[in-house]
């Protein structure tokens, strides 16, 4: 199967083509802070992939035990000559094939701790902030817009990277098989795969994903950005919304600046529309 990326271009990501205005579903004042938080401290939280509900987002296996004799050779070489830097050619390629039998690909209890350490790093370096390219999804609405009683926040996508720091993003591809990792693949290729390809069951999500990857996530603290107030573009009340809440949204915009247009959902001719407020 062809997959295609769309942020391993090797372009800088703000030349990658991404939807104008990403969206986010929230509750709002159900007692639920950090959901709150969003449009109170401006604070998006770049998440660790262990706590997505889909427990095969992000955990793509490395497929090893698909390298070639070759690849396993070159494998060694690489790691021979990461852990002897001095080492001259000959020396690394003579060293390198007397560690092949000590290589894992073959030992089924050596892997399966090599995949589970490969994981944790992975999780404890990812930070993914989980966005939708449209805000009048009603499976949306249901599921993380307080079953349409709470707001989506609209924010523009390329002023969201750069205030924010992102260092990636793209749209999910969502399919019937999770791609084959390689372990020749460039690492982006590897890394761009493993995060922006989901099972088609998820497809209603209409995913656009920006993350980072970096030690630092390891200290939760570094996984909150605060997005610049310009950032946020569009408020959008879920057509069960509180509507004397939507005075104190308007009171906390207007005294934080924040020049987002409003809208409220409803339901027109069977389907769910937005409208602009006053």
Same mark, same amino acid.
């Given at each position: 199967?062809?997959?295609?990326?769309?942020?391993?271009?090797?372009?800088?990501?703000?030349?990658?083509?991404?939807?104008?205005?990403?969206?986010?579903?929230?509750?709002?004042?159900?007692?639920?802070?950090?959901?709150?938080?969003?449009?109170?401290?401006?604070?998006?939280?770049?998440?660790?992939?262990?706590?997505?509900?889909?427990?095969?987002?992000?955990?793509?296996?490395?497929?090893?035990?698909?390298?070639?004799?070759?690849?396993?050779?070159? %494998?060694?070489?690489?790691?021979?000559?990461?852990?002897?830097?001095?080492?001259?050619?000959?020396?690394?390629?003579?060293?390198?094939?007397?560690?092949?039998?000590?290589?894992?690909?073959?030992?089924?209890?050596?892997?399966?701790?090599?995949?589970?350490?490969? %994981?944790?790093?992975?999780?404890? %370096?990812?930070?993914?902030?989980?966005?939708?390219?449209?805000?009048?999804?009603?499976?949306? %609405?249901?599921?993380?817009?307080?079953?349409?009683?709470?707001?989506?926040?609209?924010?523009?996508?390329?002023?969201?990277?750069?205030?924010?720091?992102?260092?990636?993003?793209?749209?999910?591809?969502?399919?019937?098989?999770?791609?084959?990792?390689?372990?020749?693949?460039?690492?982006?290729?590897?890394?761009?795969?493993?995060?922006?390809?989901?099972?088609?069951?998820?497809?209603?999500?209409?995913?656009?994903?920006?993350?980072?990857?970096?030690?630092?996530?390891?200290?939760?603290?570094?996984?909150?950005?605060?997005?610049?107030?310009?950032?946020?573009?569009?408020?959008?009340?879920?057509?069960?919304?509180?509507?004397?809440?939507?005075?104190?949204?308007?009171?906390?915009?207007?005294?934080?600046?924040?020049?987002?247009?409003?809208?409220?959902?409803?339901?027109?001719?069977?389907?769910?529309?937005?409208?602009?407020?006053?």
């Amino acid at each position: 199967m062809d997959y295609q990326l769309t942020d391993v271009d090797f372009l800088p990501i703000e030349l990658v083509e991404k939807p104008r205005v990403v969206y986010k579903y929230r509750s709002w004042n159900k007692g639920i802070e950090y959901d709150d938080m969003v449009l109170t401290h401006n604070q998006l939280y770049m998440s660790e992939p262990l706590k997505f509900k889909d427990k095969l987002d992000c955990r793509s296996q490395t497929r090893y035990d698909l390298m070639t004799e070759k690849e396993i050779l070159n %494998w060694s070489e690489k790691m021979t000559r990461k852990d002897h830097p001095r080492f001259n050619d000959e020396a690394i390629r003579k060293l390198a094939i007397k560690n092949l039998d000590r290589i894992p690909f073959k030992n089924e209890e050596l892997m399966k701790k090599l995949h589970e350490d490969e %994981w944790l790093s992975y999780n404890d %370096w990812a930070g993914v902030l989980s966005l939708c390219i449209t805000s009048t999804s009603d499976a949306m %609405w249901s599921e993380y817009g307080a079953n349409h009683s709470g707001v989506c926040y609209g924010f523009s996508t390329d002023d969201l990277i750069k205030g924010c720091m992102l260092s990636g993003g793209a749209k999910v591809e969502y399919v019937d098989e999770l791609p084959i990792i390689l372990p020749s693949m460039h690492p982006l290729v590897q890394s761009g795969l493993k995060a922006y390809y989901k099972l088609r069951k998820y497809e209603y999500e209409e995913e656009y994903r920006l993350r980072t990857f970096n030690p630092n996530n390891k200290d939760i603290v570094n996984r909150i950005r605060i997005y610049p107030n310009e950032v946020l573009s569009e408020v959008i009340f879920g057509k069960d919304f509180d509507n004397e809440q939507i005075d104190v949204i308007k009171g906390i915009l207007e005294k934080r600046k924040i020049k987002a247009v409003l809208y409220q959902c409803s339901i027109s001719e069977g389907k769910l529309i937005r409208e602009k407020l006053d």
